[in-house]
């Protein structure tokens, strides 16, 4: 299956089949979404203006905004419901994270995840493959709690996301400090857009970091 970075937190998933998911497509955040991108479905974890641009995917696609359980032409979508802070969604409302099982991997969106580590949502989100992770704090979790989860979920791989970068205007942290949580060896700095992943591939007992680069 493959992994294409379209910045932020958004991410199209494209299984061996072709069916295709985008991730929380946003609308001008100092960068816009790439043109021309279709999906067979685009998934929402909460609906603010960096999440919710599903009018800018093409392909007249089945969207998904809540928690549940969802088979997309042989892909499985589990979406569970979280929150977007620390205080049971009283500050910023409530959050989905999905879960996509493509080509025998599992991989886990966290979408705007605000909340802390608990057993109960482990127990929900395991097993996790590729995590996709947002790490910039002041609206979600930030590197040390995003280092909790990936400690307890132990993926394979760990694709950090919703971080600032030159070219964006949100206010959040930039993901060297989530990198440096991890040990150097750990840590791939990739400067790619696009993964390509196999059950096969993901023999590594340390989880990677995998840092990808919005290139369009």
Known sequence: MKIQYLGHSCFKLTESTGTSVVTDPYQKIGYELPKDITATAVTVSHDHFDHNNIGAIGGNPTILRKDGFFDLGGVEITGIKSYH????????????????????????????????????????????????????????????????????????????????????DIDIEKAQGFLDEFDEEDVDVCHKDELEFSREDLTEEKTKVILMERTQ
């Open 85 to 168: 802070d620390e205080e049971g969604g009283a500050l910023r409302g409530e959050n989905v994270i999905y879960k996509f099982r493509m080509d025998g991997l599992d991989i886990c969106h966290l979408g705007d995840l605000g909340e802390n580590f608990s057993a109960e949502l482990l127990e929900l989100l395991l097993p996790v493959n590729i995590l996709l992770i947002p790490v910039g704090g002041k609206y979600t979790i930030d590197s040390e709690r995003a280092k909790e989860y990936v400690d307890q979920l132990m993926p394979e791989i760990v694709i950090p996301m919703h971080y600032k970068t030159k070219s964006s």
